[in-house]
């Protein structure tokens, strides 16, 4: 039994397909010597265009697919053709240019695509970078009920605070009700928390034992102890958090900048009709 | 002046009622006398809330009172208020001590001195007046008692349960949660008991919540008032002398009928045992004309079938000629064949031509028959093929066919009429060995594994006839070898069947051998100690042997087998084994074969081996309980991105339920076993599914039918909770993702909410069974991470995953 990755699937195919496609593109154009010069209107330029305009659609038609249930293909053949489709059209959509870039809609919509299978290049590393450490993060647990436990120390916390002096009382509730984990974008892909409430806690707890008396030391540990555990469920939380984002956060850039760059296309075909 | 009445029916137990509305209803006079305040004083002594169940459940109820499944008290509720709509003359506390017959009436005489005279008499008073007693010293102390009507009255007790039946099985289970409950029994296992109830008690035991002691006899019950429990039980138990404290004592210990009351009514017996029944016609009157005796006193235990009684009884007196209940469905059943001609000739037939079923009584063979499928088949007609997934039986009554074990043109081996086939899949649980093929005309009844199991559970001869031939078919088949009758005899003289509980061994690394193991359920792990830890080396499913590698070397055992799950196997001794190699060189070359491939595939995989990991990986999913699994959905981690694809395309293609739950499930090494279902090789979920809605197809998914009531059975039994009830909303729309694209409809995939008014059912993985393209979990998950196989790829996988890390 064999379990391939989508880079893999059929015996990497669709690279396969993309290579052929690029070398023939590449063959072609440095065989085609037009009179007037290479430029995105030879009947080549037509073909190369067309050809990468057609593949824009298949790759935009992703979405659609990945959400149709029924019938045969598999998603993992969808997104390894999307992968390396994709690429492909580094070289047929420069070729289709002939280099000559410009302060205009085509130079924009060049522009776009690239930076979406810019975008792509990073998912392409987030897919094989991060579900291992998600899990090995993780375990058995998942991010709901890690949130439990944490709730669940908080209720142990408040009644073991209650019998300590009041600025443990205050450090342990600043601790409950101000610790954050997620917050700004900038925040879940950073996962850093200088001034996190829960390790100030911790932190403070273990200098203030020594200034208690011998009857709340017991309960001052039990404390402690708790405040740790959730120390350590808090940064494994957040660690889910910035994993999470930076393992999907790219398709909020992809996507986007992929249907930005539907409309330069149109714009760009429509234009080019425009002026014939 | 005594009052007369045409029929007298004693007793008010389901029979009873079913007979005096029938009398009621014909207009006759009739009487309904009843020894206690209330009608069906037994029906009202189940436990509190108990589920009746309506057995058996193909025979439809022939009663103007109605029934059917339900609790205890709405039954009861339900026949109170048809007793009084239905003008039934009833008598409560009208126990009667004596019937004569002067003159061609009868006399009955009551307890309260008053008689009356009836020209006939229905004698419907089961079997619970007299239940059985313990017969031991001490045994009438008021905490003995032999009767649980609320397990909530009790609490914090110590209580000791004697029995071995369903009665005192359940009585444990619903006293375990607030008691200290030890349960005794005379048996060393639980041969007439529900599975269910059976593989719940033994869960309490293994978990420590309920103490049982098998093979046990109470000798003595001593009264230790002052102590801190007032009983002390004093048993023989297999291990010697056992003592039990307790605060009270149940005994269920069954019932007998009460012989010399009836003989004192002039009634006859079959046989001189005290469980013996009362001799009865077919129309179920008794030796003294005019007397009848239905329900469980004449022999018929279940409120169905005593309830039709009742019915048939007073139409019979009525002068009304009426056919068994269950002859128009029979009929039908046999119009397959047409020249069967009746019912009785078709089932004379049937006992004729199956020693199995000759062995079942006439109303049991009935019975059997409603459950089961007449067929015919023509010459070429197949009935399963080799590595189908069906796990019915088939009794040959006429014909004749061919069966291919191995893969071309050359039967191995031809059936006959009176034979049975299919019992390889029946017990294993596997796929079929071999394609069955008919010769001539064939005449077969098909038996389902339920039904089958029943009969095995309950019945000894048809047992010991099924495994014997199963024993004679699965040397055939492993051994691959057309043994003479003579040899295969001697095999089969020192063959035994050892039954197994997961994580035994079958023997241990070391050992001296003591013959060949055939794996005929369940599943095995062939593992050795490297580097002072056990490594498992392989799997080996049923319907494979084992120790055979001893054998031919001669050496002492090279690993430990294990059992994966509950396990049995078939041990052929090294005595026999060597006489028959002796005869048949050619079983050692297979051997050797085997052995020598065996060698390679160690040398193979040492690297593995040093390793380990790979092992562990096995060792891992075997944990799991994937043993008995037949197909297994696993989660790589490693590739997971989270989309959550997988349980959004189950959902959109099952109604709006997704079967899986990706999150939850125990993780090895990055490889996850998800909560879905694994369908399993003896699936518990099946066990207990009231309408029998649960069904393994020819693929081999286990699928839920139609049929489906949502009464949770299979959600409690099933052990990796992969079955849940949902509301299933038949007009649910599928979603278009074109529509979702431009805002005009909901999401593909996404969950129901579920109509408010829908009824829950049973639901679960069905592997995608009717939809092209495969299971949609894998089709649809992008990264290759989603992935499912059967256990023979486990080992296979393990490496492969084992080789690519360490890359």
Redesign the interface.
């Known amino acids: 039994?064999?379990?391939?990755?989508?880079l893999e699937?059929r015996n990497f195919l669709y690279l396969k397909l993309s290579l052929l496609l690029m070398i023939a593109a590449i063959a072609a154009y440095i065989l085609h010597s037009p009179a007037i010069g290479a430029y995105g209107g030879t009947w080549l330029g037509y073909v190369l265009g067309t050809l990468s305009a057609a593949i824009v659609c298949l790759l935009l038609w992703l979405?659609?697919?990945?959400?149709?249930?029924?019938?045969?293909?598999?998603?993992?053949g969808?997104?390894s053709a999307h992968v390396y489709l994709g690429l492909s059209l580094i070289v047929l959509a420069t070729l289709h240019s002939s280099f000559q870039f410009g302060w205009n809609v085509h130079t924009l919509a060049y522009v776009l695509m690239m930076a979406v299978i810019l975008s792509g290049f990073y998912g392409l590393y987030a897919?094989f970078r991060?579900?291992?450490l998600?899990?090995e993060n993780l375990?058995?647990d998942?991010f709901e009920s890690l949130l439990q436990e944490i709730s669940k120390l908080d209720k142990l916390a408040r009644v073991s605070a209650l019998h300590l002096p009041d600025e443990i009382i205050a450090l342990t509730n600043n601790a409950i009700y101000n610790t954050r984990i997620g917050g700004t974008v900038r925040e879940q892909m950073r996962s850093q928390h200088p001034d996190c409430p829960t390790t100030l806690a911790v932190k403070k707890l273990h200098g203030l034992s020594k200034t208690l008396p011998m009857a709340q030391i017991k309960t001052h540990r039990e404390l402690y102890t708790l405040m740790l555990r959730r120390e350590t469920l808090v940064a494994r939380a957040r660690r889910d958090v910035m994993l999470?984002a930076r393992?999907?956060g790219w398709l909020f850039v992809h996507v986007p900048l992929s249907v930005a760059l539907l409309a330069a296309l149109i714009a760009h075909v429509t234009a080019i009709f425009f002026y014939w | 002046m005594i009052e007369h009445f045409k029929i007298a029916i004693i007793g008010s137990g389901p029979s009873g009622l079913s007979a005096a509305a029938q009398a009621a209803e014909a207009g006759v006079t009739h009487v309904l006398l009843e020894a206690d305040a209330h009608p069906a004083s037994v029906t009202r002594s189940y436990q509190k809330g108990k589920h009746v169940m309506a057995e058996p459940r193909a025979l439809p109820l022939r009663s103007r009172m109605s029934f059917g499944a339900g609790r205890r008290e709405n039954i009861l509720e339900k026949w109170e208020s048809e007793l009084e709509s239905f003008n039934i003359n009833f008598r409560a506390n009208a126990k009667v001590v004596g019937i004569k017959k002067v003159a061609g009436v009868f006399h009955i005489k009551l307890e309260s001195g008053v008689s009356v005279s009836a020209d006939y008499v229905i004698l419907a008073i089961g079997l619970q007046s007299n239940i059985r007693m313990l017969n031991i010293p001490g045994a009438d102390h008021p905490r003995v008692q032999y009767q649980l009507d609320d397990p909530d009255e009790f609490n914090g007790e110590h209580i000791a349960i004697i029995g071995g039946g369903d009665a005192s099985l359940e009585n444990a289970l619903a006293l375990m949660p607030n008691n200290n409950v030890t349960f005794i029994t005379r048996l060393d296992g639980f041969f007439n008991c529900k599975p269910d109830n059976e593989s719940q008690l033994r869960d309490a035991a293994q978990r420590g919540d309920i103490t049982l002691l098998l093979d046990t006899q109470v000798d003595t019950i001593e009264w230790t008032e002052g102590s801190a429990h007032p009983l002390n039980i004093i048993a023989r138990a297999p291990q010697g002398r056992e003592e039990v404290a307790c605060d009270r004592i149940i005994a269920r210990l069954g019932a007998e009928p009460p012989r010399k009351l009836l003989e004192s009514f002039g009634i006859t017996f079959a046989g001189p045992e005290a469980a013996s029944p009362p001799q009865l016609s077919p129309t179920y009157e008794s030796s003294v004309p005019g007397l009848y005796i239905v329900g469980a006193l004449g022999g018929y235990p279940l409120i169905k079938q005593a309830m039709n009684q009742g019915y048939d009884v007073v139409q019979r007196i009525l002068g009304i000629d009426i056919k068994p209940v269950d002859e128009m469905l029979l009929e039908e059943k046999f119009k397959v064949c047409p020249h069967i001609t009746s019912v009785e000739h078709g089932l004379d037939k049937i006992r004729l031509n199956s020693e199995v079923l000759s062995k079942l009584s006439p109303l049991q063979l009935r019975d059997f028959m409603l459950e089961s499928k007449l067929m015919t088949l023509k010459p070429g007609d197949i009935a399963f093929r080799r590595n189908d997934y069906s796990n019915s039986l088939y009794f040959i009554i006429e014909g004749e066919l061919k069966a291919y074990v191995a893969e071309g043109d050359i039967a191995d081996f031809n059936l006959q009429s009176g034979q049975f086939f299919g019992e390889m899949g029946l017990i294993s649980g596997r796929r079929r060995t071999a394609t069955i093929e008919a010769v001539k005309d064939c005449i077969l009844v098909e038996a389902s594994k339920h039904t089958m199991q029943r009969l095995i559970h309950t019945m000894e001869p048809v047992r010991s006839l099924i495994d014997d031939a199963y024993l004679r078919r699965a040397v055939q088949i492993y051994l691959r070898l057309p043994l003479s009758k003579a040899t295969l005899n001697g095999l089969m003289a020192e063959a035994q069947i050892h039954y197994y509980e997961a994580g035994d061994e079958l023997f241990h690394e070391g050992d001296v051998p003591d013959g060949l193991y055939m794996i005929r359920r369940g599943s095995v792990t062939l593992s050795r100690v490297i580097g002072g830890k056990e490594v498992v080396l392989s799997y080996v499913s049923a319907g494979n042997y084992v120790g055979e590698m001893a054998l031919v070397s001669g050496q002492p055992r090279v690993a430990t087998v294990r059992a994966t799950v509950k396990t049995e196997a078939i041990l052929l001794t090294t005595k026999s084994i060597q006489e028959v190699i002796a005869q048949y060189p050619a079983i050692q070359q297979e051997m050797n074969f085997r052995y020598l491939k065996h060698v390679e595939h160690e040398i193979h995989d040492a690297a593995t081996q040093a390793s380990t990991d790979a092992g562990n990986l096995i060792s891992f999913l075997v944990q799991q309980g994937i043993g008995d699994a037949t197909d297994v959905l696993l989660i790589d981690e490693s590739r997971c991105i989270g989309c959550d694809n997988c349980e959004k395309a189950c959902a959109e293609t099952h109604e709006g339920t997704s079967r899986l739950d990706r999150k939850t499930g125990p993780i090895y090494d990055q490889v996850r076993v998800p909560s879905s279902c694994r369908h399993c090789e003896n699936p518990l979920c099946m066990t207990e599914c009231p309408p029998d809605a649960i069904r393994r197809e020819v693929n081999g998914e286990i699928v839920i039918l139609d049929n489906c009531i949502g009464c949770g059975n299979c959600v409690t039994n099933c052990p990796y909770d992969v079955i849940q009830l949902a509301s299933i909303d038949p007009n649910r729309k599928l979603a278009s993702p074109l529509k979702w694209l431009f805002g005009l409809g909901t999401e593909p995939g996404a969950c129901s909410s579920g109509a408010v008014d829908a009824v829950k059912l049973a639901v679960k993985c069905d592997m995608c069974n009717g939809i092209s393209g495969g299971p949609a979990c894998v089709r649809s998950c992008p990264t290759g991470a989603a992935i499912r196989m059967g256990p023979e790829e486990f080992l296979d996988y393990a490496v492969w995953r084992n080789n690519k890390v360490s890359d």
């Open positions: 039994m064999r379990s391939r990755s989508f699937y979405g659609v697919r990945k959400r149709s249930y029924f019938g045969a293909g598999t998603m993992q969808w997104l897919y991060f579900p291992h998600l899990t375990s058995e998942s999470r393992l999907s």
